[in-house]
């Protein structure tokens, strides 16, 4: 079983910046990929960026310039370092860890962030 919880949302001014966190714990063994996606009000959730515990990165278009992911491996931490938000950007974040091999373990998924960004 695996248990993430995220940190760091909150309200900011359009054109600013925050940084999402993201702590695993459990049983986090194998090869996995921790990534951000986020829905909106009457949306879908949708991806923000993945990172493979090997360092490889995939980013949503809209979010491709202004958003950066890593990963801090040994603490089994996922950060999202997100710039020049936009009201657009406005979402639940959620932290997700999914193992590549399912037979190390499934798909988890955090309680999700609150993300305000004013005009």
Not at 13 to 20: E, H, K, N, V
Not at 35 to 52: C, F, H, N, S
Not at 83 to 106: A, E, M, Q, R, W
Request: proline fraction near 3%; charged fraction near 15%.
């Amino acid at each position: 079983q695996v248990h993430l919880v995220e940190s760091g949302g909150g309200l900011v001014q359009a054109g600013g910046s925050l940084r999402l966190s993201c702590a695993a714990s459990g049983s986090i063994f194998g090869l996995n990929v921790m990534g951000w996606y986020r829905q909106a009000p009457g949306k879908q959730r949708e991806l923000v960026a993945t990172i493979i515990k090997t360092g490889t990165t995939n980013y949503a278009d809209s979010v491709k310039g202004r958003f950066t992911i890593s990963r801090d491996n040994a603490k089994n931490t996922v950060y999202l370092l997100m710039n020049s938000l936009k009201p657009d950007d406005t979402s639940v974040y959620y932290c997700n860890l999914k193992f590549i091999v399912p037979s190390d373990g499934g798909d988890y998924w955090g309680q999700g962030t609150q993300v305000t960004v004013s005009s």
